[in-house]
């Protein structure tokens, strides 16, 4: 038997800030960060490796709520707990004390997500398979049992879920074999940064189409003269066909959303991304009436599945942007495929950020070979940061990801990584590797 | 000048589940708990106390984040913080780092709200005056400047808000005159908790009745048989013309609140509270309409006024049940007062807990006296435990809370309160409290 024995969260911390990666109309200074979790077995060759994404301050409250989460855990046999992942999630979710402090919302929510992360790693670790794979692998009854369903029924009963699975079923193989040899497809935000010079912008945007990139975002609504400027410019370079999306962090009110898209509206964007408080699903619906055709996307802020059921019943928005940092891992996000198959709505998952483009590959990859089928006006988000800190990091070749085949969900981090941007203590932080390069 | 000089957040935790006080469908074994903020000046006549209330673990974590939130006013002039409260909370909540966390909920909304909290007890002890009358009277300009409005403009304008208070200016004098007599009417869940006997409860409506009730609540959702019991006890104890409200705690899917309520319609509840996912708000819109003329009522786990905005425009709830210590303090809670009163949907607090009930009466009598002017379809819930931990304790007369009359917000607790029940340190947690009663 395999033991369950300890878990270790690690606040680390990027110091993103100093360079405007990142930088939007919302968060100025983000410093991108991670709560890290190490679940660790007595079996020396199996730990799972898990985190939620944040921007800096606060990053140790999730720390503690992930320590606090992954409690029940310990000492249990990693069997049992791995060979039946809706239940153990089901146990951990119905900690009726933990649920009042959201419920399934905020700081709490992110540390399930971290926890529940870690235990997928660790499955597909344990099976020798991509998570990707290991989910392609399950039969529809199996996925759907793992799916959180809870508060769907009035959109999806679980025989539908089942349904929806089954016809795509047969055809799995022929999905994988595709993007085993294109890629999935993805667009770059790297460029846009509100924080970037014009000429920085210029630069990386003919980078970007040189790369093979077809989509290309910017972000928006600091200031509309220099939006319409920022427009121009990335038109300029990318040329009309390429795509833009345009993403506004939440900064307006539904009536003057709807103002500043229609001022950006020569430019044809895709969509308008985060145009308000990601919690307004009626103020979605009405901003995407109003824009129409250019298309409303929003999701990382999505905090959970009831969320996301009612942006698709209000017919809210065109594109997905789940986030898998946010929602409670596999279990949730898999709940939330099946909801956007059957309305209809593509899922264009949420990355960037610390690692969340080595998660959402998996994401993508499945739900095309096993959930949605199609790659019709889906593209993931790509951000070039920060990979260089991760074992299996994602690669992206002529503007997609190649498909992963290293068992496990690629989350997990080099330990000198770690040492280096532990917070407050690593060497980054306390001035150590200062001293050490100029010694050196 | 008077300086803010410390914070202090204390995690106070009272071994509630022991009694089943509190018990229902989905939290069964609750310790109310509050994360405490003192705010301390450089004046040791002037201090600010405030909380947000949770049900146990992950009390921690809210007091971690309450610190933290509560840092940038440590160093700054007193004066200045409290003059414009508006200002304050503004700058609070614009740190993007810690807004990435929720935004505007879970724990870090929660740790809003105890140090607002905190900042409007403080600002009313400066004044020397209740919080209710503090609030009273101000103009209706000074009003709308302290409510938030971001992300409301689409269904109250800032002109509208001021036009709503006006309306009622010139005769607030009057409807104070008329609660100092009568005080504001409220109703009790004491009785109803599910964890209580079939005896018990009978013998607590009995008293509820006799104490001048008139309206009282069950807890429902666990087994429609052992309901159907309890509703047909309660209307025996109450008879037919008192009012019966029930309260599922979110235990339910849409279509199962349609079927089990349609079960329970015999009793002729007023409202179902929390049928579902408190986050659903055309769920709740769907149940309303199925169920009717039975109200829905919702809120105490109503996240923002984001949440709230939208229940009002779907036409989902015919009760608002905000909560004092989850929205964050006066500056939110005074936005959805002013959306209720513009959507002509009566609020009626949620209380009980750990001093909730001390805080919400200076909101009913606020909402009478200056945003809604009326009390019809209006009742204050009230739970008679815990008050005895309070310096100035609420007090109920004849099914009316008496209006509080000294300076603040009524969230101070007693010194020995907190050394006794502080966690995990405080005597009753470490068995210092038993030891000494043996000795004595």
Redesign the interface.
């Known amino acids: 038997m395999t033991t369950i024995t300890a878990v270790e969260v690690i606040d680390v911390r990027f110091p993103t800030s100093l360079s405007a990666d990142g930088s939007d109309a919302?968060?100025?200074?983000?410093?991108y960060s991670a709560a890290y979790v190490i679940l660790r077995t007595d079996d020396s060759a199996l730990s799972g490796y898990g985190f939620t994404f944040?921007?800096?301050?606060?990053n140790?409250?999730?720390v503690?709520?992930a320590e606090?989460r992954a409690l029940p855990l310990i000492g249990r046999d990693a069997d049992a707990v791995l060979d039946d992942l809706g239940a153990t999630y089901r146990d951990l979710k119905t900690?009726?004390?933990?649920?009042?402090?959201?419920?399934?919302?905020?700081?709490?929510?992110?540390a399930m997500a971290a926890v529940m992360n870690a235990l997928w790693d660790m499955a597909a670790r344990r099976a020798g398979k991509p998570l990707w794979r290991l989910l392609a692998d399950m039969t529809p009854e199996q996925l759907v049992d793992i799916a959180d369903l809870?508060?769907?029924?009035?959109a999806l009963t679980r025989e539908e879920a089942i349904a929806l699975l089954e016809e795509l079923e047969p055809t799995r193989s022929e999905r994988i074999a595709e993007l085993e040899r294109d890629g999935y497809p993805c667009y770059t935000t790297s460029a846009g940064w509100l924080g970037y010079s014009d000429e920085k912008m210029r630069r990386l945007l003919r980078e970007a189409v040189d790369q093979g990139y077809k989509h290309v975002k910017l972000k928006v609504g600091a200031n509309l003269e220099e939006d319409i400027r920022r427009c121009r410019i990335a038109r300029e370079e990318i040329g009309p066909d390429a795509h833009l999306m345009i993403d506004a962090n939440?900064v307006w009110?539904?009536?003057?959303a709807i103002d500043w898209v229609g001022a950006l509206s020569e430019f044809n964007p895709l969509w308008i991304e985060e145009p308000?408080?990601?919690?307004?699903?009626?103020?979605h619906a009405?901003i995407r009436r109003a824009v129409a055709p250019i298309g409303v996307a929003t999701g990382e802020?999505g905090?959970?599945r009831?969320?996301f059921?009612?942006m698709f019943?209000?017919e809210a928005i065109d594109f997905c942007q789940l986030d898998s940092a946010r929602l409670a891992s596999i279990n949730e996000i898999l709940a939330v495929y099946l909801l956007a198959k059957k309305f209809g709505v593509p899922v264009c998952p949420h990355a960037g950020g610390v690692g969340l483009c080595e998660l959402v590959q998996h994401l993508s990859i499945f739900d095309y070979v096993a959930v949605s089928g199609s790659l019709e006006n889906r593209v993931t988000e790509f951000v070039d940061h920060l990979h260089e800190h991760f074992v299996d990091p994602c690669i992206v070749e002529n503007g997609a990801y190649r498909v992963p085949t290293a068992p496990g969900y690629s989350a997990e981090m080099f330990e000198e990584s770690l040492r280096e941007y532990a917070f407050p203590g690593g060497a980054y932080w306390t001035g150590a590797s200062l001293v050490q390069a100029r010694i050196a």
């Open positions: 919302m968060n100025k200074d983000g410093d944040t921007i800096g301050r606060g140790d409250i999730c503690l709520a606090q900690d009726s004390q933990l649920r009042w402090l959201g419920p399934e919302k905020g700081v709490e929510h992110l809870k508060y769907l029924s009035d939440q009110d539904v009536p003057q308000t408080s990601p919690d307004d699903i009626l103020g009405a802020h905090m959970n009831v969320l059921k009612q019943q209000a």
